[in-house]
């Protein structure tokens, strides 16, 4: 079903126009858990946390990498790292192959950080998906899937592998 109003073909109707509804839903996922964040005492944001749970699975990365697994700008990425390294949550060195690139890892206290979290981010996550049938969540994730790689025009999953490959190849 079409989110254009019968009134006018051509302009979407606000209420169904799924840009909006994907982004209006991001950022009341992004303000619950900054809220969840606070009141546990975690000073850190969403976009912090992004960066240390990809570090737990892709730990020692180029930094422009996870910038472009994360869809981020360089510059944004360098503003949250660098905080998070003052923090001592994250450590960056020298590319040894690359003197130009920087490569990121999670700290022993960047890992406890995350693990002491990652428990208050699921129960968020459940909270959001209450009354929501398993069917639904996977039709959900497979729609969305589907329609970043018809923006893009590829998967999600090949973004993955080429950041895996990328970082294979940078690390031989």
């Known amino acids: ?16 126009f ?18 969840v964040f ?17 570090l737990q699975h892709h730990n020692d990365i180029v930094q422009g990498n996870l910038a472009d697994m994360l869809m981020r700008d360089k510059s944004f990425m360098t ?24 490569r990121i890892h999670l700290t022993a206290r960047g890992s ?11 129960q968020t996550s459940r909270e959001a998906e209450q009354e929501l049938s398993e069917q639904e969540l996977q039709t959900t994730r497979h729609v969305l899937r589907h329609m970043f790689a018809n923006l ?3 998967s999600i999953d090949r973004c993955w592998a080429k950041l895996e490959s990328k970082e294979a190849a940078s690390d031989d």
Do not use: Y
């Open 1 to 16: 079903m079409s989110c254009l109003s019968n009134d006018n073909a051509d302009r979407p109707d606000p209420r169904d």
């Open 18 to 35: 799924l840009p909006r509804l994907i982004g209006m839903t991001a950022l009341a996922w992004q303000r619950k858990l900054n809220h």
């Open 38 to 54: 606070e009141s546990a005492g975690a000073n850190i944001v969403l976009e912090q946390w992004v960066i240390l749970v990809n």
């Open 79 to 102: 503003r949250i790292v660098d905080d998070l390294e003052d923090r001592g949550l994250v450590k960056r060195r020298r590319d040894p192959e690359d003197r130009r690139r920087w």
């Open 112 to 122: 406890r950080f995350v693990d002491k979290l990652v428990g208050l981010v699921v």
């Open 152 to 154: 893009t025009g590829h």
